[in-house]
């Protein structure tokens, strides 16, 4: 029972930032991940940033130096600052809970997804 709403989306011009947020909501007790992916025309989902429980943070290697990932463990939060977007960042952006502990037990759960779009 739970539901990640991703904000923030939209669009924004070549060299710009843009920040997105994802709130999962319902009765969390943990979470091993929080995440975003990212699904670009004719590209395979791929990774752009993860936070682990542990703090352990990852990046994809195109993202590394000008993304952020944040992570908000009592709120269950995750952010993802955007800077120097370019056109490679064109793509809908979905929020990913990774082994999520709730009473019902541990599963995954996405997001819709917020579309980004750079515009030169």
């Known amino acids: 029972q739970v539901q990640l709403v991703e904000s923030g989306g939209g669009l924004v011009q070549a060299g710009g930032s843009l920040r997105l947020s994802c709130a999962a909501s319902?009765?969390?007790?943990?979470?091993?991940?929080m995440g975003w992916y990212r699904q670009a025309p004719g590209k395979e989902c791929e990774l752009v940033a993860g936070a682990h429980r542990d703090g352990r943070v990852t990046y994809g290697d195109s993202v590394m130096g000008r993304f952020t990932i944040s992570r908000d463990h009592a709120k269950n939060t995750v952010n993802l600052q955007m800077n120097s977007l370019n056109a490679g960042e064109r793509a809908v952006y979905l929020c990913?809970?990774?082994?999520?502990?709730?009473?019902?037990?541990?599963?995954?759960?996405w997001g819709q997804g917020t579309q980004v779009t750079v515009s030169s």
């Open positions: 319902g009765s969390i007790f943990s979470i091993a991940i």
């Open positions: 990913y809970d990774e082994r999520a502990e709730t009473s019902e037990g541990v599963s995954d759960y």
